[in-house]
């Protein structure tokens, strides 16, 4: 009856509805709950809005630099042009794709002050390990190979810079910090003819600028070694100044936090690494070559470490990179400026309430306070951390630097208004004042209480749950 009431419209729906879900690819053997569209909605829509991101509330996870990424870039990325491309495709068909990392390579070197780049690596782990491996190929090269085994690193480095170095091949070792910086003493003592590399983030890990750079520039060179940045830091000296400029040979770019991709749960990433002019033909292949008007893909590199990722690494997060850097033009600068503000004033506002921060003078885009003086009362890093989530704050990293006793490390971003500062230094005093007992117990509003989360990451509920029992 209906069918005669509107034949045309009904077999258009039909239509419609065959598009939405092909015939082809319904599974009826499969053994899955028997709901209805209804029930399945509210499930998976339930479940969406127990996610916690950046496009939510405020996200200060020091070192991960959780800012804003603009929807713009995501739709730059999805273009049509360029989301079918194949990285299997002829270099002549894909030309647009070559020009841009090609340009990208070029701003970086403009933006670091480096020689040349490659954007292979898919993190900023996987920078490292680049660079270390380049390091490595520069002295086999210069047959210096057996000698130089040595990577120093400071005692407030990221754990993966010393992970690096020794999937590489090298000793690590690992020298003490003074105020917070690089004790030149002995860094000089830890020199020596067998160092092959020092890793340097710069701000360090407590978001203070390595004033002596120049100096400890000097001292590694004088041994014959290299300066590595690990750019995780970036964000705070963007524009500012370049890393070529304070003697860095080798460098890795975290794209996934300076230059806008979302990040977290493990990626996408890109880690790019530039290198000062010796070391270029060191680089992975292949590189982008430009001849005449054409680019092309050259694998003709005999000093090259290979190739260290499938393909040409993570286009989006290139691209979406380049677009960013592109729209930002010369206000990049203020990227940084805006950073280190919004991170002096909350650390001021937090020492006004009575939090330690340990060493003086100002930081730059992040600053790690100590939660030490509340163990006195049985109250942990944790604790705080954990009662951050009942009022709607994401936590920010603690436990790192391992220098600092119950660290709480606090990378607020350039992206955060003045109002949501304020709101959560409040919270962090309303908190520690609070009755200890609701510290312990900690979450309370969260739709999981206290997880055990080495377990909860290995072993994962994966089947079908009806969330409303699991309460
Ligand atoms: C200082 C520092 N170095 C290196 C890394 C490693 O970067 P990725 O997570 O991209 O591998 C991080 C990550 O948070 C970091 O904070």
Redesign the pocket.
């Known amino acids: 009856m209906m069918a005669k009431y509107n034949e045309p419209l009904l077999n258009e729906i039909e239509e419609i509805e065959e598009e939405f879900l092909p015939e082809e690819i319904e599974r009826k053997e499969l053994n899955i709950p028997n709901l209805t569209e209804r029930e399945v909605m509210k499930h998976f829509l339930h479940l969406s809005q127990m996610n916690y991101g950046v496009d939510t509330g405020f996200y200060p996870l020091g070192?991960?630099t959780m800012k804003y990424n603009p929807k713009l870039l995501e739709r730059i990325a999805k273009n049509e042009k360029i989301k079918f491309v194949h990285p299997l495709q002829n270099e002549a068909t894909c030309q647009g794709c070559l020009e841009i990392m090609y340009k990208l390579e070029k701003l970086f070197c403009e933006i670091t002050g480096m020689d040349a780049f490659s954007l292979q690596p898919c993190?900023?782990?996987?920078?490292?390990l680049t660079g270390m491996l380049i390091t490595r190929a520069y002295f086999e090269w210069k047959g210096e190979g057996d000698v130089r085994k040595d990577v120093i690193v400071p005692d407030s480095?990221?754990g993966?810079?010393p992970a690096s170095a020794k999937m590489a091949g090298f000793n690590v070792i690992e020298i003490p910090s003074k105020n917070g910086m690089v004790d030149l003493t002995a860094l000089k003592e830890a020199l020596s003819n067998e160092t092959a590399a020092f890793m340097l983030?710069n701000p360090n890990?407590l978001g203070i600028f390595e004033k002596d750079i120049l100096k400890i520039a000097e001292e590694v060179k004088k041994v014959g070694a290299l300066l590595y940045y690990?750019g995780?830091?970036l964000n705070a000296i963007l524009g500012k100044t370049k890393l070529g400029i304070m003697g860095f040979d080798i460098v890795h770019l975290?794209l996934?936090?300076t230059f806008a991709t979302p990040?977290g749960g493990g990626g996408p990433?890109a880690?790019p690494v530039g290198v000062k002019a010796y070391l270029e033909k060191f680089l992975p292949v292949p590189r982008i070559k430009k001849e005449g008007e054409k680019y092309k893909l050259d694998y003709n590199q005999p000093y090259s470490i290979g190739k260290v990722s499938l393909f040409y690494g993570n286009f989006a997060v290139l691209l979406k990179a380049y677009a960013y850097i592109l729209r930002k033009g010369k206000d990049l600068e203020k990227v940084a400026e805006k950073a280190v503000l919004n991170s002096n004033y909350l650390m001021e506002r937090l020492k006004r309430y009575g939090f330690e921060v340990p060493y003086n003078g100002k930081r730059m885009h992040e600053f790690v306070i100590s939660l030490a003086n509340l163990r006195k009362k049985g109250i942990r890093a944790l604790d705080v951390a954990k009662r951050l989530l009942d009022y709607g704050f994401h936590p920010p990293t603690i436990y790192f630097p391992l220098i600092v006793e119950e660290a709480f490390m606090i990378e607020p971003t350039e992206d955060e208004s003045k109002e949501t500062l304020d709101k959560f230094a409040e919270t962090m005093k309303k908190i520690v004042e609070e009755d200890i007992n609701i510290l312990k117990n900690a979450p309370h509003n969260m739709p999981v209480r206290r997880v055990n989360e080495a377990m909860a990451m290995k072993k994962q509920i994966l089947t079908w749950k009806d969330i409303s029992k699991l309460k």
């Open positions: 070192s991960c993190a900023g782990a996987h920078g490292e480095a990221h993966t810079n983030t890990t690990d995780a830091n975290n996934h936090k990040h990433g880690g």
